[in-house]
């Protein structure tokens, strides 16, 4: 996501900081929308539930960024438009090596720069010479983004497009109506070319500045098209409609992180008034939409490939840690990996894709709850209690709690004991569950594992609960 220079919006959210997001966020647990466990919630009205295609894009939980293009051989981050086609010519690319590096990694889909804020199409489109039917690679008859789908689908990766709307190279863009009906275009070939997509991505990059092209983009029109042509794929913006940004670059979901959120608090894709990156990062427990937050972050300092990052790859441990932040927070993982000049993932890069799936498999190989008896009860404060007995003395040193979401997000505060030889110990305390909590304790001997519900926003259903020994967790 990069930074952006946006109209104003016509609906002001007020500024909330971090502590003040979540004294907030506390103070709701008063409200009469959240409710006690086992309370009546009859007369509540449906709370928004994920569409089938919004559940599996969060079942998947990781994917993999390509960013990729004539910023790749001139060693930038934007580029400005002017860039030669002659630039772009990967000796051997190769999107059957990104599709399998991705798949080994465990990761279940990928997504490719169609085209940058430069303006460099990497399909030979009819709007315009920027593209790689103007450049040497195969002579001009190449198509990465063919290539790009075709090599998911043979190794059964789910394939998406991100079409930057910001075109530094269009000679009409600032000439709104023109320019839009240029996008729509570009949209239209990337749509109808390609087969099934299952995500398609946009932010609000509109950064010419105040004395710059002033771009209006006509985002109703935009999301319009992409369900007429593609009614399976979920979008992705600022402003959802389908899956939200998580607030930064980080790979950072928030904490609460609800799946849920108000549409006003972020209204269209680029807006930045103060409150947004909250309402992004945190979600909100009455917000009437379900928009589920995607974490993006890269593998490298940069998003597009440099040769002097190559030694600035990040550690398996710090990738670890971005799945527990992100995936582990009710969100799902974006990680770029940008490919090289030669158009392939550099040898570090996978080979650090590789750790990363051993160290994930590392600390989720063994399920100590797994075959063993879980009760539901409550108890005498009419709390939802959830019991594990584990049948034997267990080290335990990682949580992993999920919700049902098909049926919606419901827990909003929780915490977690362990029967120890000195009696029920509290281990853990949490917010919000979602999808999936990952979370981390201090390593502790117990016989039973209990998690009780304190606070919801409708009736939670039985959890799904699973233990592991806490080995792999980075300190």
Same mark, same amino acid.
């Given at each position: 996501?990069?930074?952006? $220079? ?15 997001? #979540? ?7 008063? #409200?009469?929308? #959240?409710?006690? @466990? ?5 007369? +509540?009205?449906?709370?928004?539930? @994920?569409?089938? +295609? ?18 790749t ?6 580029g400005? =438009?002017?860039?030669p ?19 080994? *990694? ?6 490719l ?39 998911c ?5 789910r ?36 087969g ?7 932010d609000?990059?509109?950064?010419? =500045? ?18 007429? #042509? ?43 008034d ?10 909100s ?24 990052? $190559?030694e ?30 030669? =158009? ?19 600390m989720?190989g063994?399920?100590? *709850? *797994? ?34 979401? +098909? ?18 110990q ?15 304790? +201090? ?25 592991? $020994?806490?080995?792999?967790?980075? *300190?």
């Amino acid at each position: 996501m990069d930074p952006i $220079d946006a109209r104003p919006s016509p609906r002001p959210v007020p500024a909330l900081d971090r502590r003040a997001f #979540l004294h907030t966020a506390a103070a709701t647990l008063l #409200l009469p929308s #959240l409710i006690r @466990p086992g309370a009546s919630s009859a007369a +509540a009205p449906r709370r928004p539930v @994920p569409s089938p +295609a919004q559940l599996r894009w969060q079942q998947d939980e990781l994917a993999l960024f390509l960013h990729f293009g004539v910023n790749t051989f001139t060693d930038r981050e934007w580029g400005d =438009g002017t860039e030669p086609p002659s630039i772009f010519n990967p000796t051997g690319l190769d999107a059957r090596q990104w599709a399998r590096s991705a798949r080994a *990694a465990g990761f279940k889909a990928m997504i490719l720069t169609a085209k940058h804020h430069d303006g460099f199409c990497l399909w030979p489109t009819a709007t315009t010479r920027h593209s790689v039917a103007s450049s040497p690679w195969k002579n001009g008859t190449g198509d990465v983004v063919q290539e790009f789908v075709t090599a998911c689908r043979e190794v059964g990766l789910r394939p998406g497009l991100y079409c930057s709307p910001w075109d530094r190279n269009s000679p009409v863009y600032g000439d709104s109506a023109a320019y839009n009906d240029l996008y729509e275009t570009q949209l239209t070939e990337l749509l109808t070319r390609y087969g099934p997509l299952d995500e398609v991505w946009f932010d609000g990059a509109n950064g010419e =500045g105040p004395t710059g092209r002033r771009q209006v983009y006509d985002w109703p029109r935009v999301f319009g098209l992409v369900k007429r #042509l593609q009614p399976e794929a979920v979008i992705f913006s600022d402003a959802g409609p389908d899956v939200r940004w998580i607030g930064n670059e980080k790979g950072e979901a928030g904490d609460p992180c609800w799946s849920t959120i108000d549409p006003d608090a972020v209204p269209y894709p680029g807006a930045d008034d103060p409150g947004i990156i909250a309402a992004l990062q945190h979600g909100s427990p009455e917000g009437s939409v379900w928009r589920p937050g995607e974490s993006d972050t890269s593998i490298r300092p940069g998003w597009f490939y440099h040769p002097g990052e $190559d030694e600035q790859v990040k550690p398996v441990e710090e990738l670890v840690r971005l799945y527990l932040s992100s995936v582990g927070r009710n969100s799902k993982l974006l990680l770029n990996v940008p490919p090289t000049r030669e =158009g392939l993932l550099h040898a570090t890069d996978v080979e650090r894709l590789g750790q990363f799936r051993t160290a994930r498999d590392r600390m989720l190989g063994l399920d100590l *709850a *797994a075959g063993r008896r879980v009760g539901w009860s409550r108890d005498a404060a009419d709390m939802m209690v959830a019991e594990v007995i584990l049948g034997r003395t267990a080290r335990i040193g990682l949580i992993d709690l999920g919700e049902p979401i +098909a049926s919606g997000q419901r827990v909003a505060q929780y915490r977690v004991e362990a029967l120890t030889a000195r009696g029920w110990q509290g281990v853990a305390r949490g917010t919000t569950i979602g999808y999936r909590r990952l979370q981390p304790i +201090a390593p502790i001997d117990a016989q039973r594992i209990r998690v009780v519900v304190e606070a919801a926003v409708e009736s939670p259903r039985p959890l799904r609960i699973a233990l592991y $020994d806490g080995d792999g967790v980075p *300190a």
